[in-house]
């Protein structure tokens, strides 16, 4: 018998590899994966073991495995066994083979002896060792990160773009993790990312820009070292599906040079400091496709239905809203089925949508009129008025009184006349280069789907199904994209305008 | 000489009864028929057979977005629920060209009231639901082509509401709530249908405020 214990031996390495490497980040330059280490992120904290390059195999020494992970190697009959709490893999020397628990399994590569120490390929560890062990490993190859048990350790990748004199770093976090930004000092930002760890990947930087080095400050903060020539930042947040998405400004001061001339739409602008992850002014967006079921709506002279043209449009600016801006979206129906004009309402109020569009197809009873038409809600003098009567003193919870606003349902749209006009006045704009527009673009009408809802609402009559000319137009994929596409460009302006207005509140 | 006091006698008389009947019978008439003629509509004569009053009905305007107005006889009635009757009825008749009705063509008057406060409800059968060819546009000149002529035509009529086959309905169809008596919107006419009823508008808007809000809305 000459079986050796690893771990005994190993006892005083730990600590010594766990100071030494502590607060060594995962950090690697993109497109650069030649890392030395492999990096065992745990609740213990963080260690690093050296790989070694065999052919094409990066193999990690069993020794160190050992150390780690409290496993006992021992060495008989030509064959390597290696047991963690009464669970063994069996190695044998020139097979790229384990036995997992009796289970053969296969390995890149067999394991390699180099003066006395063996060394196992790393899917020794994903195909083997996770499967005997207790915690969960998961193995980030590309990054070359170990994690051990339920670590949130989301995946950081920064992307950088100069934009003239001004500068753009877009952070993606997978899964989402909250974050952030705090400017330290007059040529330095840090983003704090609320995490185990963070798996970064940062891009090459070119040092003569704004942005001079990304460096990791701790395992959990990234820190953006910028020129002399960095005057402020703003930054701004955005929900992807399944990434958070951090976009921050980097601009040189206000008197240095111009304005920088891009304004793209995902940084809505929020100024300075701190936390960036408060939460954009649009977070839920609601559209309405009319109609539906039994109720086609209008039916053109050709027969197309306007059930049919008010959801193609909804699932095209869904598609496109998500894409771009990240938000969430609810529709009203997302298939031909018959909603009542109160569940279309309730439905935006209950999932507290941010902005509430119905479409809708027009018609005339004289066939030559066309265009689009944007109406908002109405209310004669009377309704208004008893408005300004809505609120009451009533009994609270615990004892006491106190006054709650009572808006009736059917009046909840009042109070939020002002930004569904803006709203309105928004898309007419972007309708007018690219829709046909009526002579009356923003109108007011009583309509019943408008009044109850409680966030700024609009109904759109995308064009005048009774206009020949018209109908075969709403039929078609160009003009529904056109549509959608000046929908999106009106809402990006409306969040990005509600933002400055929340932040120069 | 007797003869000739008789004769006279009988020539006085003749004359002062001549005299008489011009004063108290012929000139009256003379000069009262044309004035009766012209002041027809609010004379508190008996309803008679044939006639008529002179009322504004509302039809698509040549923009196709908005309402014009025509005027027309209509048959007199009494009391105003009855003349109301009469203009909805004149209004939802199918009409020739160049006129374009905004009332399906099947619609009929099922029923008409009207409360003290000056709501008339005008309850159609089905047909102005089902026959509506639909689009926001259509609905709301359909509705406001019912509101305009009573609201205009009838100055105690200040709001309407519509009853489709005797029930109170959400919306016509699918786009304007109907769930309250709508008053009348000058917005929904053109210009030369504005300038005729402005005043009648004006009046029904400020009987509205002065009889307020609890009363506008239910």
């Given at each position: 018998m000459n079986a050796r214990p690893y771990s005994a031996f190993f006892q005083t390495v730990p600590a010594l590899v766990a100071l030494t490497?502590?607060?060594?980040?995962?950090a690697r330059p993109a497109g650069?994966?030649?890392?030395?280490s492999l990096t065992v992120l745990s609740r213990d904290g963080r260690r690093a073991i050296p790989l070694t390059t065999s052919g094409n195999q990066e193999m990690a020494p069993l020794d160190e495995l050992a150390a780690v992970f409290q496993l006992a190697v021992r060495e008989e009959a030509g064959a390597l066994t290696v047991s963690y709490r009464g669970r063994t893999i069996v190695l044998t020397p020139n097979q790229p083979l384990a036995s997992v628990s009796g289970r053969l399994i296969s390995l890149s590569a067999a394991p390699s002896r180099t003066a006395n120490r063996w060394s196992v390929p790393l899917d020794f560890i994903s195909r083997a060792l996770a499967l005997i062990y207790d915690s969960r490993l998961d193995l980030r190859r590309p990054s070359h990160l170990l994690i051990v048990g339920?670590?949130?350790v989301p995946r950081v990748t920064v992307r950088h773009e100069a934009l003239g004199s001004a500068a753009r770093l877009t952070i993606d976090t997978t899964p989402r993790a909250v974050s952030t930004v705090v400017q330290e000092g007059p040529q330095r930002i840090t983003v704090r990312f609320d995490a185990d760890a963070i798996d970064l990947t940062v891009p090459p930087i070119q040092?003569?820009?704004?942005?001079?080095a990304i460096s990791v400050i701790d395992p959990v903060t990234l820190g953006v070292d910028l020129g002399p020539r960095f005057g402020t930042f703003r930054s701004s947040a955005v929900p992807l599906e399944n990434a958070a998405r951090l976009v921050i400004d980097l601009v040189p001061?206000?008197?240095?040079?111009?304005?920088?001339?891009v304004a793209p739409p995902?940084?809505?602008?929020?100024?300075?400091?701190?936390?960036?992850?408060?939460?954009?002014?649009?977070?839920t967006l609601t559209i309405d496709p009319g109609h539906g079921g039994d109720d086609l709506g209008v039916r053109g002279?050709?027969?197309?239905?306007e059930k049919n043209v008010t959801l193609a449009v909804a699932h095209r600016l869904k598609a496109a809203v998500e894409a771009r801006l990240g938000i969430r979206v609810v529709l009203t129906?997302?298939?031909?089925r018959a909603v009542s004009v109160n569940e279309r309402t309730a439905l935006a109020n209950n999932n507290k949508a941010d902005l509430f569009i119905s479409l809708h197809a027009n018609a005339s009873f004289r066939p030559d009129v066309a265009g689009a038409t944007i109406y908002l809600a109405s209310f004669d003098e009377s309704m208004a008025a008893r408005e300004g009567l809505a609120s009451e003193r009533l009994p609270a919870l615990g004892g006491g009184f106190r006054d709650i606003e009572l808006v009736p349902w059917n009046l909840a749209q009042i109070r939020h006349t002002a930004r569904s006009t803006e709203m309105a006045n928004l898309l007419a704009a972007e309708f007018r280069d690219r829709v046909p527009l009526a002579s009356n673009a923003v109108d007011h009408a009583p309509l019943r789907v408008l009044e109850?809802?409680?966030?700024?609402a609009v109904l759109i009559?995308?064009?005048?199904?009774?206009h020949s000319g018209q109908e075969k137009q709403l039929a078609g994929a160009a003009q529904q994209t056109e549509i959608a596409q000046s929908i999106l460009e009106a809402i990006v302006k409306f969040r990005d305008a509600v933002a400055d207005e929340g932040a120069s509140r | 000489m007797t003869m000739r006091h008789l004769l006279m006698a009988a020539g006085v008389t003749t004359v002062a009864i001549a005299l008489a009947w011009l004063m108290f019978v012929g000139l009256p008439n003379w000069y009262l028929r044309p004035a009766a003629t012209t002041a027809?509509?609010?004379?508190?004569a008996p309803s008679e057979p044939g006639r008529k009053i002179k009322a504004r009905l509302f039809y698509v305007a040549e923009d196709g977005t908005r309402l014009t107005a025509v005027e027309r006889e209509v048959p007199y009635a009494e009391p105003t629920v009855n003349q109301a009757r009469e203009i909805i009825t004149a209004q939802i008749a199918p009409v020739a060209e160049p006129l374009v009705s905004?009332?399906?063509?099947a619609t009929g008057l099922r029923a008409l009231y009207l409360t003290e406060q000056g709501e008339a409800f005008v309850d159609l059968s089905g047909d102005v639901a089902s026959a509506h060819p639909g689009g926001s546009v259509n609905e709301l000149l359909t509705i406001y082509t019912i509101v305009h002529a009573l609201v205009i035509n009838l100055p105690a009529v200040t709001a309407v509401q519509l009853l489709v086959d005797g029930k109170e309905v959400d919306t016509l169809a699918g786009?304007?709530?109907?769930?309250r008596p709508l008053p009348g919107n000058?917005?929904?006419?053109?210009e030369p249908a504005v300038a005729a009823v402005e005043p009648a508008l004006h009046e029904a808007a400020t009987l509205n405020q002065q009889r307020g809000p609890s009363d506008a809305i239910r």
């Amino acid at each position: 018998m000459n079986a050796r214990p690893y771990s005994a031996f190993f006892q005083t390495v730990p600590a010594l590899v766990a100071l030494t490497i502590l607060f060594v980040v995962a950090a690697r330059p993109a497109g650069q994966n030649a890392a030395q280490s492999l990096t065992v992120l745990s609740r213990d904290g963080r260690r690093a073991i050296p790989l070694t390059t065999s052919g094409n195999q990066e193999m990690a020494p069993l020794d160190e495995l050992a150390a780690v992970f409290q496993l006992a190697v021992r060495e008989e009959a030509g064959a390597l066994t290696v047991s963690y709490r009464g669970r063994t893999i069996v190695l044998t020397p020139n097979q790229p083979l384990a036995s997992v628990s009796g289970r053969l399994i296969s390995l890149s590569a067999a394991p390699s002896r180099t003066a006395n120490r063996w060394s196992v390929p790393l899917d020794f560890i994903s195909r083997a060792l996770a499967l005997i062990y207790d915690s969960r490993l998961d193995l980030r190859r590309p990054s070359h990160l170990l994690i051990v048990g339920d670590l949130r350790v989301p995946r950081v990748t920064v992307r950088h773009e100069a934009l003239g004199s001004a500068a753009r770093l877009t952070i993606d976090t997978t899964p989402r993790a909250v974050s952030t930004v705090v400017q330290e000092g007059p040529q330095r930002i840090t983003v704090r990312f609320d995490a185990d760890a963070i798996d970064l990947t940062v891009p090459p930087i070119q040092p003569q820009g704004l942005v001079q080095a990304i460096s990791v400050i701790d395992p959990v903060t990234l820190g953006v070292d910028l020129g002399p020539r960095f005057g402020t930042f703003r930054s701004s947040a955005v929900p992807l599906e399944n990434a958070a998405r951090l976009v921050i400004d980097l601009v040189p001061p206000a008197d240095a040079t111009p304005a920088p001339t891009v304004a793209p739409p995902e940084s809505p602008a929020r100024e300075l400091p701190v936390l960036t992850q408060a939460p954009p002014a649009i977070r839920t967006l609601t559209i309405d496709p009319g109609h539906g079921g039994d109720d086609l709506g209008v039916r053109g002279a050709a027969g197309i239905v306007e059930k049919n043209v008010t959801l193609a449009v909804a699932h095209r600016l869904k598609a496109a809203v998500e894409a771009r801006l990240g938000i969430r979206v609810v529709l009203t129906r997302d298939d031909d089925r018959a909603v009542s004009v109160n569940e279309r309402t309730a439905l935006a109020n209950n999932n507290k949508a941010d902005l509430f569009i119905s479409l809708h197809a027009n018609a005339s009873f004289r066939p030559d009129v066309a265009g689009a038409t944007i109406y908002l809600a109405s209310f004669d003098e009377s309704m208004a008025a008893r408005e300004g009567l809505a609120s009451e003193r009533l009994p609270a919870l615990g004892g006491g009184f106190r006054d709650i606003e009572l808006v009736p349902w059917n009046l909840a749209q009042i109070r939020h006349t002002a930004r569904s006009t803006e709203m309105a006045n928004l898309l007419a704009a972007e309708f007018r280069d690219r829709v046909p527009l009526a002579s009356n673009a923003v109108d007011h009408a009583p309509l019943r789907v408008l009044e109850s809802a409680n966030m700024p609402a609009v109904l759109i009559e995308m064009g005048y199904l009774s206009h020949s000319g018209q109908e075969k137009q709403l039929a078609g994929a160009a003009q529904q994209t056109e549509i959608a596409q000046s929908i999106l460009e009106a809402i990006v302006k409306f969040r990005d305008a509600v933002a400055d207005e929340g932040a120069s509140r | 000489m007797t003869m000739r006091h008789l004769l006279m006698a009988a020539g006085v008389t003749t004359v002062a009864i001549a005299l008489a009947w011009l004063m108290f019978v012929g000139l009256p008439n003379w000069y009262l028929r044309p004035a009766a003629t012209t002041a027809s509509a609010p004379a508190p004569a008996p309803s008679e057979p044939g006639r008529k009053i002179k009322a504004r009905l509302f039809y698509v305007a040549e923009d196709g977005t908005r309402l014009t107005a025509v005027e027309r006889e209509v048959p007199y009635a009494e009391p105003t629920v009855n003349q109301a009757r009469e203009i909805i009825t004149a209004q939802i008749a199918p009409v020739a060209e160049p006129l374009v009705s905004a009332i399906p063509p099947a619609t009929g008057l099922r029923a008409l009231y009207l409360t003290e406060q000056g709501e008339a409800f005008v309850d159609l059968s089905g047909d102005v639901a089902s026959a509506h060819p639909g689009g926001s546009v259509n609905e709301l000149l359909t509705i406001y082509t019912i509101v305009h002529a009573l609201v205009i035509n009838l100055p105690a009529v200040t709001a309407v509401q519509l009853l489709v086959d005797g029930k109170e309905v959400d919306t016509l169809a699918g786009h304007v709530d109907l769930r309250r008596p709508l008053p009348g919107n000058a917005a929904w006419l053109d210009e030369p249908a504005v300038a005729a009823v402005e005043p009648a508008l004006h009046e029904a808007a400020t009987l509205n405020q002065q009889r307020g809000p609890s009363d506008a809305i239910r």
